[in-house]
């Protein structure tokens, strides 16, 4: 007959050994650990960055806020976003204007770059840095789980529908943002053509020269003559498609307008054949579009900007040859100082490094490129409006 303690032991549960459980290791752990994307995306969604965007998907909604945002009035950039080692540009018509700056929000799908969302920019903010304001804006949308992944920015602007220096900076630092991943695109939106009844949207991505010069941050004659960098090449230009959500295109689709062979039958029925028809002036009208003359003044604008800038470069440009000449001469005095020293016994001077020590900095040339691609758009949206009044002259 068992005891009393033995019957305890044998129903007691076995012991488990803590030294026989195999502890997983690093690579098991790094299999565990949730995968950035959904399964369902990993054939489409491009994680190493290797196809270019191929094509650009906007939302409508993005599109309504980008109209918006241009039609609301702003104040004036602050100081601090002029380039900071020439003197500020002249007022004028053309750079009264307040560009409208925004992140566009969305992701890259087998080649397609699809914007879902997007939000605005204040006055003044050139970078997506830490601590600024794209960075906690983008916090909190993670935060409540919404599309939070930077893939380009938007520009509304009314100098011909050309990219500017904020914007290509802008767009350089997405490029360097984790969610860019090399890929970010520039909707450019001109709101000066939407005045007048015609829509002007269109999509860009960097240029393959003009990526190497904004990984470098060097904008510089150096750099874009390598680069082989113009107006023409900093922007290659992307399809833009609008797309609308099911729920709109839905509403859209029952939305009905009365045709116009309906309207003309109950206007007929309403007067009276006797009553003589009033008479027409559209022939006395001038033919020549309105907005011709806003485009000729830009365009002067546009060359006033870009001759102040060649002269401030062209000042920057012979303040570098000064310190040169100088430093140059400096160098060869010491030597043949040190020379004579050297002849009469005496300790020699120390010698001055060729390289200058704090240079001025050659000078961006982003600004001049941009202000190239303004005046050729003007020069061009200038010529069609004058072509189409011509038109309509001997019609």
Same mark, same amino acid.
């Given at each position: ?214 990984? /470098? ?5 150096? %750099?874009? *003559? @390598?680069?082989?960098?113009? $107006? =023409?090449?900093?922007?290659? &230009? #992307? !399809? ?14 029952? /939305? ?5 062979? %309906?309207? *003309? @039958?109950?206007?007929?029925? $309403? =007067?009276?054949?006797?009553? &003589? #028809? !009033? ?36 000042? #920057? ?79």
């Amino acid at each position: 007959m068992t005891s009393m303690a033995a019957a305890l032991a044998a129903s007691l549960p076995a012991a488990i050994s803590r030294t026989g459980t195999p502890q997983p290791s690093t690579t098991t752990q790094q299999q565990q650990q949730p995968k950035q994307f959904p399964q369902r995306l990993e054939g489409v969604v491009d994680v190493e960055a290797a196809r270019e965007v191929e094509s650009v998907q906007l939302n409508s909604l993005v599109f309504l806020k980008m109209m918006k945002h241009s039609t609301d009035i702003l104040p004036p950039p602050p100081a601090n976003t002029l380039q900071q080692d020439r003197n500020a540009p002249p007022p004028t018509a053309l750079s009264s204007h307040t560009d409208c700056l925004g992140v566009l929000l969305g992701l890259d799908l087998d080649g397609v770059m699809e914007v879902e969302d997007s939000f605005a920019l204040p006055g003044g903010e050139t970078n997506l840095g830490a601590n600024s304001y794209s960075d906690r804006l983008l916090t909190h949308l993670r935060e409540v789980q919404t599309p939070d992944s930077p893939v380009g920015i938007y520009l509304s602007t009314h100098n011909g529908g050309f990219a500017t220096r904020v914007s290509i900076e802008l767009l350089s630092a997405v490029e360097k943002h984790a969610g860019g991943r090399g890929k970010a695109i520039l909707v450019v939106h001109d709101a000066s053509k939407s005045n007048g009844g015609d829509l002007s949207v269109k999509a860009y991505r960097l240029g393959e020269g003009a990526r190497e010069a904004a990984k /470098l941050g060097k904008w510089d004659e150096k %750099t874009l *003559t @390598e680069n082989g960098i113009t $107006s =023409s090449t900093l922007l290659s &230009p #992307l !399809p833009l498609t609008i797309t609308s959500p099911t729920l709109i295109s839905a509403f859209l689709s029952t /939305l009905t307008t009365p045709s116009s062979e %309906t309207q *003309t @039958e109950r206007t007929l029925s $309403s =007067s009276s054949g006797s009553v &003589p #028809l !009033p008479p027409s002036f559209a022939p006395l009208i001038n033919p020549t579009s309105t907005s011709l003359t806003s485009y000729l003044q830009n365009t002067l604008d546009s060359l006033t900007l870009h001759s102040h800038e060649a002269n401030n470069i062209a000042f #920057l440009s012979r303040q570098i040859a000064r310190e040169k000449v100088k430093h140059e001469q400096m160098v060869k005095d010491r030597e043949e100082e040190n020379i004579k020293r050297r002849k009469q016994g005496l300790s020699e001077f120390p010698s001055i490094p060729k390289e200058i020590k704090n240079p001025t900095k050659e000078p961006s040339r982003l600004e001049m490129i941009c202000l190239n691609g303004t005046t050729e758009g003007l020069a061009k949206n200038m010529a069609a409006e004058a072509g189409k009044g011509l038109v309509r002259t001997y019609l």
